[in-house]
Nanobody, 120 residues
């Protein structure tokens, strides 16, 4: 069974920084694109950042220049470094990965989410 586990959320003041991590575990044959999504109360889930297996990245306009995503393919992990945080960044952040398990068909797997709150 494949699992994605996020860590690193919390409460931070505006202008502060947080680093989120996501680790994939289980019977994994390959991991393709990985990404971070967020969902604020009353809003739809939105893509924040994505990274291919070769390291190409893409970001939502709202976070460009402030957030950076990276991955370690050897450890099956992806991180999201968030700087210059704003109150509007407050949301539950989810990790998603396109995974080929060792025992099933390729598909999208999601983490459980981690709360990020930006407030003074």
């Amino acid at each position: 069974q494949v699992q994605l586990v996020e860590s690193g959320g919390g409460l931070v003041q505006p202008g502060g920084s947080l680093r989120l991590s996501c680790a994939a575990s289980g019977s994994i044959f390959a991991i393709y694109d990985m990404g971070w999504y967020r969902q604020a109360p009353g809003k739809q889930r939105e893509l924040v950042a994505s990274i291919t297996s070769k390291g190409s990245t893409d970001y939502a306009d709202s976070v460009k220049g402030r957030f950076t995503t990276s991955r370690d393919n050897a450890k099956n992990t992806v991180t999201l470094q968030m700087n210059s945080l704003k109150p509007e960044d407050t949301a539950v952040y989810y990790c998603k990965a396109d995974i080929m398990p060792g025992w099933a068909r390729r598909g999208d797997y999601w983490g459980q989410g981690t709360q990020v709150t930006v407030s003074s």
